[in-house]
């Protein structure tokens, strides 16, 4: 193998350390078996992106996160490019229907948001047979990093005006999910927040930090 997986990596989101002010602060590579595998995460004193490879190859999508945040909600408070690539480009009232509670409307809603993901939008040649399972990884990194600096831009900078809006459309989005997965039986607030509690807990706690009254989530 020519390159390793944190050096495919490294390669790709190289302007996050050149633009950004980005440092690598955790690069692992799986050392076992062929498949590959592996994890990048960069900082600064205010923002984190993540950049996993799980180990059969499959790139996951990059996650954000505030570093303030790492201490007490790491896991709950990270939001996804896949995320913040379907909040950027819906509108408001693709938003609003999302956050419904009625599994009605919420299937209606559910198929904007079943577009396809930011690495299947980018134009690229994925045909069985046209590239190496290791070439292939580099076209779907170079793509991700893309659509990490287009989509993510304003939180690499440590921007995070919009941080509460897009952890209302994630809690939304994982609200919905759950909802559409019961197959009409009905689903009580008390049973979502049961389910999810620790990231309601994040997003109740990020309301009042930016000076906001608790939504009615109904």
Not at 32 to 53: A, D, N
Not at 71 to 79: D, L, N, V, Y
Not at 138 to 158: F, H, I, M, P, S
Request: proline share 2%.
């Amino acid at each position: 193998m020519a390159k390793g997986v944190v050096e495919r990596v490294k390669s790709a989101f190289r302007f996050l350390e050149a633009d950004y002010g980005f440092s690598v602060r955790i690069a692992h590579e799986d050392e076992e078996g062929p498949h590959l595998g592996g994890w990048v995460e960069y900082s600064t004193p205010l923002t984190v992106v993540s950049v996993v490879i799980e180990k059969l190859g499959l790139l996951v999508a990059p996650e954000i996160v505030r570093t303030k945040d790492e201490a007490e909600f790491r896991h709950e408070s990270g939001i996804s490019l896949e995320r913040i690539y379907e909040y950027a480009t819906s509108t408001s009232t693709e938003r609003k229907r999302l956050a419904s509670r009625d599994s009605g409307k919420l299937r209606e809603a559910w198929k904007v948001f079943e577009r396809p993901s930011p690495l299947e939008s980018v134009e690229f040649d994925r045909r069985a047979g046209s590239h190496t399972a290791d070439s292939r990884l580099d076209v779907e990194l170079n793509a991700y990093a893309q659509l990490t600096r287009k989509y993510g831009e304003q939180l690499l900078l440590g921007n995070f005006s919009s941080w509460l809006e897009l952890q209302e459309f994630k809690w939304d989005w994982l609200v919905g999910n759950y909802i559409l997965s019961r197959r009409g039986k009905a689903v009580s607030a008390a049973e979502v927040e049961a389910i999810f509690w620790r990231t309601r807990n994040y997003l109740e706690a990020l309301r009042r930090e930016y000076g906001r009254d608790s939504r009615a989530d109904s």
